[in-house]
Nanobody, 113 residues
Framework: VQLQAYGGGLVQAGGSLRLSCAAS????????MNWYRQAPGQQRDLVAS???????TYADSVKGRFTISRDNIKRTLFLQMSSLKPEDTAVYYC????????WGQGTLVTVSS
């Protein structure tokens, strides 16, 4: 299993970013995929999930601002983030849960006020 997240960067509050996660080594289309984030000094928290049937769930803190999606042909997971706030600053990780957790390397999102 390989997960490679990218697309992070520095953005002003109110701005948008789109994160991507390229997946390989497993049957992508059959698995629920997740985005987590970890702010400095904080635990890693679940941000959003998308099932194989494209059902989505979100943390309350990002509902209405973030959208998770997937392209099963390209084996890529996305997180569209809008109306970003400084408290969204974190390293964002894509995640797959099989017999254990698999993590991408993380991509840093910094939101300036």
């Amino acid at each position: 299993v390989q997960l490679q997240a990218y697309g992070g960067g520095l953005v002003q509050a109110g701005g948008s970013l789109r994160l991507s996660c390229a997946a390989s080594g497993f049957n992508f289309r059959l698995n629920t995929m997740n985005w987590y984030r970890q702010a400095p000094g904080q635990q890693r928290d679940l941000v959003a999930s998308i099932t194989s049937g494209h059902n989505t769930t979100y943390a309350d803190s990002v509902k209405g601002r973030f959208t998770i999606s997937r392209d099963n042909i390209k084996r890529t997971l996305f997180l569209q983030m809008s109306s970003l706030k400084p408290e969204d600053t974190a390293v964002y990780y894509c995640n797959l849960k099989l017999y254990r957790d698999f993590w991408g390397q993380g991509t840093l999102v910094t939101v300036s006020s």
